[in-house]
């Protein structure tokens, strides 16, 4: 098995990063774990509470989130927190699952690959306290905004002005405009262009402190697929299996990128 570095696939929600994260999770050396930032994660997979949607994490604040998330990143099944919630059969059979699968994962020194949009504010942590290879996705404004409104999916800004540490690093110049749509209600098409012009202004200061990280458009990924995934795979030392080629071309060809944007 290779020695592969954790990876990390992100960028704001609806930016593709659910159809990215399942086609760099067909190589072998590594195993995927859906959005351990989410609320709705399994406890079994991480035990983390995370107060913030959209959490910014820091070495200032990482006292309660870095034994939880070095748990998920090494694969150790939280059994105790899982039993917590356990109501149906059908409770046991999925922890056993994932019990297994994490074990497994274990056992053979394969190495995570998180798909998680709500820990984009968290990339730079992340990819210093564990060693990640940060992927980080953009989607046009206009495609993010239409997806969003399509499943009428808004924005709670509380989520951002709360969290004091992170208004101080990237969004001290958009603080009044946070604290309006704190206070008054705005036209879901306002929340989703503020939402967006936010997340990737911390964007935009990646790019240029960690010149190692793909930023990459994913309209670019989706007009040529297997030349991006190509260049993907192997900056981040993991095989181009005919798996995930195959993959590629039946998910592309049975869309043309309709659906896919997830």
Not at 42 to 52: A, N, Q, W
Not at 111 to 136: C, G, I, T, Y
Request: charged share 20%.
């Amino acid at each position: 098995m290779k020695n592969v570095k954790p990876i990390l696939v992100t960028g704001c929600h609806r930016s593709g990063s659910t159809w990215v994260g399942n086609v760099l999770a067909k190589s072998p050396s590594v195993s995927y774990i859906h959005e351990p930032f989410n609320g709705m994660c399994r406890p079994g997979k991480c035990r983390v509470i995370f107060p913030h949607t959209y959490m910014y994490i820091t070495q200032a604040n990482e006292e309660n989130y870095y034994d939880g998330l070095n748990d998920t990143l090494n694969f150790k099944y939280n059994i105790p927190a899982e039993l917590k919630f356990l109501r149906t059969p059908r409770d046991l059979a999925r922890l056993t699952r994932d019990y297994l699968i994490f074990f497994y994962n274990q056992l053979n020194h394969i190495s995570p690959l998180v798909k998680d949009p709500m820990a984009v504010l968290s990339a730079e942590w992340l990819a210093h306290r564990f060693q990640m290879n940060v992927l980080v996705l953009v989607r046009h404004p206009a495609a993010f905004v239409s997806s969003c409104k399509q499943l009428g999916w808004g924005f709670h800004f509380e989520n951002l002005l709360h969290q004091p540490l992170l208004i101080d690093k990237y969004f001290k110049q958009f603080e009044a405009e946070i604290i309006d749509h704190v206070n008054y209600e705005h036209e879901l098409i306002d929340k989703l262009t503020l939402l967006w012009k936010l997340i990737y202004t911390a964007v935009i200061d990646y790019q240029d402190n960690n010149p190692e990280w793909l930023i990459l458009r994913y309209e670019d990924i989706c007009s040529q697929p297997l030349s991006q995934f190509n260049h993907i795979f192997k900056t981040f030392n993991i095989e181009f299996s005919t798996t995930a080629q195959k993959f590629i071309q039946e998910s592309t060809n049975y869309s043309q990128f309709k659906g896919i944007f997830k």
